[in-house]
């Protein structure tokens, strides 16, 4: 496992978050099981102050497909883990709950308020 430090912390990488895992994502959120990640993604830890209750990771990943013709491509992500230092963040995410509650958001609540405002008429985005 990698060690980072950013916001006076030091933040482990857990060992899953690697290539084959971004290879296994990227293969269900685009539904193309030809992705193949180009290995070496670099992780580095979010901006200063933007970890609150978490640890963040940015990371670029670039892969290749044939539905691109084997194109090479790539995709800017974040990803947001538990904390596993002792402390505060650790004891915030103990349980699962508010990761839970977070992701409910993410999959049910805000795609209803988005179908709402369509059916009035407002186009409203969100990044998946």
Request: hydrophobic residues 35%.
């Amino acid at each position: 496992m990698a060690e980072h430090s950013t916001d006076n912390f030091s933040h482990q990488v857990p060992a899953w978050l690697n290539d084959q895992f971004f290879e296994e994502i990227l293969r269900k959120a685009e539904n193309d099981p030809t992705i193949q990640v180009v290995p070496g993604c670099e992780l580095r830890p979010a901006t200063q102050g933007d970890h609150y209750g978490s640890v963040m990771f940015r990371t670029a990943v670039r892969y290749q497909s044939k539905r691109a013709n084997g194109g090479e491509q790539e995709i800017h992500l974040i990803v947001k883990t538990q904390s596993t230092a002792e402390g505060y963040k650790k004891e915030v995410s103990k349980g699962g709950s508010l990761f839970s509650k977070e992701i409910y958001m993410y999959t049910e609540v805000l795609p209803a308020v988005v179908k709402v405002l369509g059916d009035v008429g407002e186009d409203f985005e969100v990044a998946r």
